[in-house]
């Protein structure tokens, strides 16, 4: 079992930046690859990135390539979404998630565990 806690969400003008943070309990998170997700109101949710096992794989939406960056601290327990040039359309619920596949996956299904969630609100 994983659990996952989001944090670093928060309000942004357009242009601005933020990092996300994503917290694992347990002691077999280098086990898992990991992603991030989103969900805009009114739409489904989304894949934004994904980080495999080792950190060594990433990759990302076409739509936040160039400006985000995932990351991953196995010794902490924690990756992070590292957001810059952000955009009003950004602006969505910000979901990590892990998964056994190695590398990481855009398909939601993969994924067997899920965080609550972190708003992300980038103002115009």
């Known amino acids: 079992q994983v659990q996952l806690v989001e944090s670093g969400g928060g309000l942004v003008q357009a242009g601005g930046s933020l990092r996300l943070s994503c917290a694992a309990s347990?002691?077999?998170?280098?086990?898992?690859?990991m992603g991030w997700f989103r969900q805009a109101p009114g739409k489904e949710r989304e894949f934004v990135a994904a980080?495999?096992?080792?950190?060594?794989?990433?990759y990302y939406a076409d739509s936040v390539k160039g400006r985000f960056t995932i990351s991953r601290n196995n010794a902490k327990n924690t990756v992070y979404l590292q957001m810059n040039s952000l955009k009003p359309e950004d602006t969505a619920v910000y979901y990590c998630?892990?998964?056994?596949?190695?590398?990481?996956?855009?398909?939601?299904?993969?994924?067997?565990?899920w965080g609550q969630g972190t708003q992300v609100t980038v103002s115009s």
């Open positions: 347990g002691r077999t998170f280098s086990s898992y690859a």
């Open positions: 980080i495999s096992w080792g950190g060594g794989n990433t």
């Open positions: 998630a892990a998964t056994r596949t190695l590398y990481g996956s855009s398909s939601e299904a993969l994924y067997d565990y």
